[in-house]
C-alpha cells in the first residue's frame, strides 16, 4: 500500500507540473473572438467612405471635388450604350459629349487659367513584344479628347503633368465603371483645377482616349503622334475594374519613388501596396493598363490607380450607372484632384532625370497613413531587423538557459527541434490546404467560394489553422521535458516561427521583391514584445499579455491585405485560364493569410488545458464548411450579382486554295472559355449543347484553328474551347478583301504582295511564312517582328488592326523571300487569315443565335456577336 501510494503521488505530481502554465481554454475561444472583431473593425474602415459632397455644398466647400456633378456626368456618359472603338456612340456621341462639358469648363475657368482643347485622330502602330502571343497593333482614325490647362498669361510651360483615363468601353457593357467612372473624375478634376485663383508651375493635361479595350491604341497614339506628350514629365492613369470601393494606387514609377512622397503628403484617402504592384506586374491579374504605354513607350514615370474590389461586374452588361457610388467618385476625386495640384507645383518636374531612384516599397496602413521607403533602404531594414531579431532571441534562450539550469547542447537540440515543428506544422497545413484545392477542382466542385466568400476561410485557412495548431499541441504533450517549463517550450516554438520568418524574409530581399515587408512587419512586432519581456524577464502569464498586445496591429494589417486580396483576385477567377485550377491560387493566398495572421497565435494552443476541444472547434467549422460547398448555397454563381461570363461568336469560314477557290465553307457557334465551369454547368440547360464537340485536329488543319479570335492569345485556350454547328451569320458590312497584284524583284529574289480591304472596324490578320520562305517587310509597321507561338512548326505573325472614324478601304503589302521548300506547297509563299469582329452589331443576330443565347440560364452574362474568317494561300 505504501508503494501503491508513493506511485499516486509522483503522478500527481507530475501532472500537477504538466498543468502548470497552462491556461484556461475559453482563453482561446476569447483570443479568436478578439481576432474576428479585429477583422470586422478593419472591414468596416475598409468599407467606410467619405460623404459625397453635392452642388448646394460647392459654396462651402468651393477647392472641395463634387461628387454629384462627376454623377450627373455618368449618367449622361454610360446612357449612350457600349462604347466600342469605332462605333457611332463612341466616335460621335461620347466625344461630343466630351467637347461640350470642357468647352464648358473653358468657358467657366478663372481668368488666371487658360483651358485648350483638341480632338486627336491618329494612325500608328506598335508591337506589343507579349510573351507567347507578341502582336502587332496598328490602328487609323482613332479618336483622343485632349485638354490641356496653362496660365492665361505668360510663356508656355515647358513640363506637364498629364492625366489619362479611357472613354470607350467593351461590347455590351455601358462602361460606367470601366472607365466612365475615371473619366467623369478628371472632368471634374478639370473643372476644380481650371477655377483656382493661381496658375501652378507646370501645365497640365488630360488625356480621354478613345480606344483603351484594343490593346492600348489610344495612349499610344497620344505618346507618338501628339505635339503635346513630348513636354509631359509625369502622368497619373486612371482605369477600373470593379464597380465602387476605394480607388487603389497599384503600379508607381518606376524607379521615380519621390512620386511616393507627394502621394504620402497630400492624399487625403491612401490605398496603396507594393505588393498589388509586383502581382500585377506578374501578370496574376489578367488585363493591362495605359500605364504600359505611357512607361514603356512614353519613358516617363507615374501612377497607376484603378477601382479593383469585388469586380464582379466589370466587362458586363451590369456595369452601370447605378452600381456606382457617389462616395466612391468622391474617394477618388479627392485623391486625385489632391495629388494633381501637389505634382503640378513639384519642383522635381523641372529636371525629372535628376530624380531617378529605385523602386520603393509602400503601402497604406488601414487608410489612415503611407509608409514608404526606397528599395535600398528596405535591404538594410530588413537585414538590420533580422539581426536585432535573432539577438533577441538569443538573449531569450540565455535567460532562459540561466533561469532553468539547461546547458547550451540541451537548449540548442530543443531549438532545433522546434523549428522542425514549426516547419512541419507549417508544410502540412499548406498541402492540406492544397490537396482539397485539388481534389474539389478534380470532382467538380470548384469556386464554390466565388460568391459565398468566407467559405475560403472554411476550406482553406482552417486546414492550415488546424495543422498549426496541433502540431506544436502535439509535440507538448507526447515529447516530455522535465527540464523546460511547458510555457518555456512555447516560446521556444514562438522563436522557431520568428526564425522561419526572418529565413523568408532575407530569401525575398536577395531576390529584390519589396512584397517581403509583410515578413518585416510580422518581425518588427514579434522582436518588440521579445525585447518588452526581456525586461520583464519572462513572468509567468504576463509574457503572454505582452505578446498578445504585440499582435494587434499585424493582425489589422494583415486583415486589411486579406480584404484587398480576396476582393481583388476572386473576381478574377471568373476570367481567367479555362484550363487553370482557381482553388490553388485562391488556396495559396488563404495559406498566405493564415500564415500571417496566426503565425505567432497558433503555438499558444499548447497552453490551452483542453487544447483538443479548441482544435475540434476548428475540425466541425471545416466539416460546416464542405457541407455548405456541395449544397445549392455553394454554387459559385448568381444572376446579376456574381455571374458567369460566356463569349460566343457566330462564325462563318471560308478556306481558299492557292488558284484562289473555295474549298470549304462552314458556319458555327464558337464558345470562348473564360472559367473553370465552361461549358460544364450549361450542358444540361442548354438543348443546343447537345451537338457541341471540342475543336480536335482543327488546330493542326487550319491556321491558328481557322477561328476569328478577338486576340491571337485566345488561341491559347484552344484546349478548353467548344463548338456546334449552326447556320450562316448576318454581317452589316460584308469583308471585301482584294489581292491588287503582286511585284517579283529577280535581285533579292522578293515579291511584294498588295492587297486592300474593307470590312468592320476590328479586323486583324494572321500571316505564316510556308517553309523556305521568310518575310523581309510589310506596311503594317517598319521591321518585321518575332513570331508568336508556331503552327506546325511554321512561324505565325499576328496584326491587329482597328479604325476610328475613319473607315475608308485598308490598303496593305507583304514582301517575302524565297521559295518553298516541301513538293506540295511549291509556288507557295505564306498563309493569310483575315478576321472580321462584329462586336457593336448585336441587331445583326440571326434568330437561331438569337434563340440559342436565349436559352443561356439566368446567371450566365453572355457576351455574343458575329464574326468572320477567310484563310488564303499566296
Not at 498588295?754 to 490578320?765: K, L
Request: with cysteine.
Amino acid at each position: 500500500m505504501a508503494e501503491t501510494s508513493s506511485e499516486q503521488e509522483l503522478i500527481a505530481k507530475d501532472e500537477s507540473q504538466e498543468d502548470r502554465g497552462k491556461i484556461s481554454t475559453w482563453w482561446f475561444l476569447g483570443i479568436t473572438g478578439v481576432a474576428v472583431g479585429i477583422y470586422l473593425l478593419v472591414y468596416w474602415n475598409w468599407v467606410s467612405m467619405p460623404t459625397a459632397l453635392r452642388r448646394a455644398d460647392e459654396s462651402r466647400h468651393p477647392e472641395r471635388f463634387i461628387a454629384e456633378v462627376a454623377k450627373q456626368h455618368l449618367f449622361e456618359m454610360s446612357n449612350v450604350g457600349p462604347r466600342v472603338a469605332g462605333s457611332y456612340a463612341n466616335e460621335v456621341l461620347t466625344v461630343g459629349f466630351l467637347r461640350r462639358v470642357i468647352e464648358e469648363v473653358a468657358a467657366n475657368a478663372h481668368p488666371a487659367q487658360h483651358v485648350d482643347i483638341e480632338v486627336q485622330r491618329a494612325t500608328g502602330d506598335m508591337f506589343l513584344d507579349y510573351t507567347n502571343y507578341p502582336q502587332t497593333s496598328v490602328y487609323r482614325g482613332i479618336q483622343n479628347v485632349i485638354a490641356r490647362i496653362v496660365p492665361a498669361t505668360g510663356p508656355d510651360p515647358d513640363n506637364y503633368l498629364m492625366l489619362g483615363s479611357h472613354f470607350d468601353s467593351v461590347p455590351q457593357s455601358p462602361g460606367a465603371g470601366d472607365d466612365g467612372t475615371m473619366s467623369v473624375v478628371m472632368l471634374e478634376v478639370l473643372r476644380k483645377v481650371s477655377q483656382l485663383p493661381e496658375p501652378l508651375a507646370h501645365g497640365l493635361v488630360f488625356v480621354f482616349n478613345g480606344c483603351e479595350e484594343n490593346t492600348l491604341q489610344g495612349s499610344h497614339a497620344f505618346v507618338a503622334h501628339h505635339r503635346w506628350f513630348h513636354k509631359v514629365r509625369a502622368f497619373i492613369n486612371m482605369d477600373v475594374a470593379a464597380n465602387g470601393g476605394r480607388d487603389i494606387m497599384f503600379q508607381a514609377g518606376p524607379k521615380y519613388s519621390f512620386l511616393m512622397k507627394y502621394y504620402r503628403d497630400n492624399v487625403p484617402h491612401p490605398y496603396c501596396t507594393a505588393v498589388a504592384e509586383e502581382l500585377f506586374q506578374a501578370d496574376l491579374v489578367p488585363s493591362e493598363t495605359d500605364f504600359y504605354v505611357y512607361s514603356k513607350f512614353g519613358k516617363v514615370p507615374g501612377m497607376d490607380f484603378a477601382h479593383s474590389t469585388w469586380g464582379y461586374l466589370y466587362h458586363t452588361a451590369y456595369d452601370a450607372y447605378d452600381t456606382i457610388p457617389n462616395e466612391t467618385l468622391q474617394h477618388t476625386g479627392d485623391n486625385v484632384l489632391a495629388l494633381t495640384k501637389a505634382l503640378a507645383n513639384a519642383d522635381e518636374l523641372y529636371a525629372i532625370g535628376e530624380h531617378e531612384g529605385s523602386k520603393a516599397v509602400f503601402f497604406d496602413f488601414l487608410n489612415w497613413f503611407l509608409v514608404y521607403y526606397p528599395l535600398w533602404a528596405s535591404i538594410l531594414l530588413n537585414l538590420g531587423l533580422s539581426a536585432v531579431a535573432l539577438a533577441a532571441i538569443g538573449v531569450s534562450l540565455w535567460l532562459t538557459m540561466r533561469r532553468t539550469k539547461v546547458s547550451l547542447r540541451s537548449m540548442s537540440i530543443q531549438c532545433l527541434v522546434s523549428v522542425g515543428v514549426i516547419l512541419l506544422s507549417i508544410l502540412v497545413g499548406v498541402g492540406l490546404s492544397l490537396v482539397l484545392g485539388i481534389i474539389l477542382n478534380a470532382v467538380g466542385s470548384s469556386m464554390s467560394w466565388f460568391t459565398q466568400t468566407w467559405l475560403i476561410f472554411g476550406l482553406y485557412i482552417t486546414p492550415y489553422l488546424i495543422a498549426t495548431s496541433t502540431g506544436p499541441f502535439l509535440f507538448t504533450r507526447f515529447v516530455r521535458n522535465d527540464h523546460l517549463p511547458l510555457q518555456a517550450r512555447v516560446q521556444l516554438l514562438l522563436h522557431a516561427t520568428c526564425l522561419i520568418y526572418i529565413i523568408i524574409l532575407i530569401v525575398l530581399t536577395a531576390m529584390s521583391i519589396r512584397s517581403g515587408y509583410l515578413f518585416t512587419l510580422a518581425i518588427l512586432f514579434y522582436t518588440a514584445t521579445t525585447l518588452v519581456n526581456l525586461l520583464l524577464q519572462h513572468t509567468t502569464n504576463h509574457w503572454i499579455y505582452v505578446h498578445l498586445i504585440g499582435q494587434i496591429i499585424p493582425i489589422a494589417y494583415y486583415s486589411s491585405v486579406s480584404l484587398t486580396s480576396f476582393a481583388t483576385f476572386i473576381p478574377m477567377q471568373g476570367r481567367g485560364n479555362a484550363g487553370s485550377n482557381p482553388e490553388l491560387l485562391i488556396g495559396l493566398f488563404g495559406v498566405l493569410i493564415g500564415l500571417l495572421i496566426a503565425g505567432f497565435l497558433t503555438p499558444l494552443v499548447a497552453l490551452a488545458r483542453k487544447a483538443y476541444l479548441f482544435i475540434g472547434l476548428q475540425v466541425v467549422f471545416f466539416v460546416v464548411s464542405i457541407i455548405v460547398m456541395v449544397t445549392a448555397a455553394g454554387f459559385p454563381f448568381r444572376a446579376h450579382v456574381t455571374p458567369q461570363r460566356y463569349y460566343v461568336y457566330h462564325i462563318e469560314r471560308n478556306f481558299y486554295h492557292h488558284n484562289g477557290t473555295l474549298r470549304r465553307s462552314e458556319s458555327k457557334f464558337y464558345l470562348h472559355p473564360q472559367d473553370r465551369h465552361t461549358p460544364d454547368l450549361i450542358m444540361d440547360e442548354v438543348p443546343e449543347m447537345v451537338r457541341a464537340t471540342q475543336l480536335g485536329d482543327e488546330c493542326d488543319r487550319e491556321l491558328y484553328c481557322g477561328i476569328p479570335f478577338y486576340q491571337n492569345s485566345h488561341h491559347g485556350q484552344r484546349e478548353n474551347a467548344w463548338w456546334l454547328p449552326a447556320g450562316k451569320p448576318n454581317f452589316p458590312q460584308p469583308v471585301d478583301f482584294r489581292h491588287t497584284g503582286s511585284q517579283y524583284d529577280p535581285g533579292t529574289n522578293a515579291t511584294t504582295f498588295r492587297f486592300r480591304v474593307t470590312g468592320t472596324d476590328h479586323m486583324s490578320f494572321y500571316v505564316s511564312p510556308v517553309y523556305g520562305v521568310s518575310l523581309v517587310g510589310w506596311s503594317f509597321s517598319d521591321a518585321i517582328p518575332r513570331s508568336g507561338r508556331s503552327w506546325n512548326g511554321q512561324d505565325v505573325h499576328y496584326i491587329n488592326f482597328v479604325h476610328g472614324i475613319d473607315d475608308s478601304p485598308y490598303e496593305f503589302s507583304i514582301t517575302t523571300q524565297g521559295t518553298a521548300l516541301k513538293p506540295w506547297e511549291a509556288a507557295w509563299h505564306f498563309h493569310l487569315n483575315v478576321v472580321a469582329q462584329y462586336m457593336h452589331h448585336e441587331e445583326y443576330r440571326t434568330e437561331e443565335f438569337r434563340t440559342f443565347i436565349g436559352h443561356f440560364p439566368d446567371y450566365a452574362h453572355v457576351v455574343a456577336y458575329p464574326a468572320y474568317l477567310e484563310s488564303w494561300i499566296f
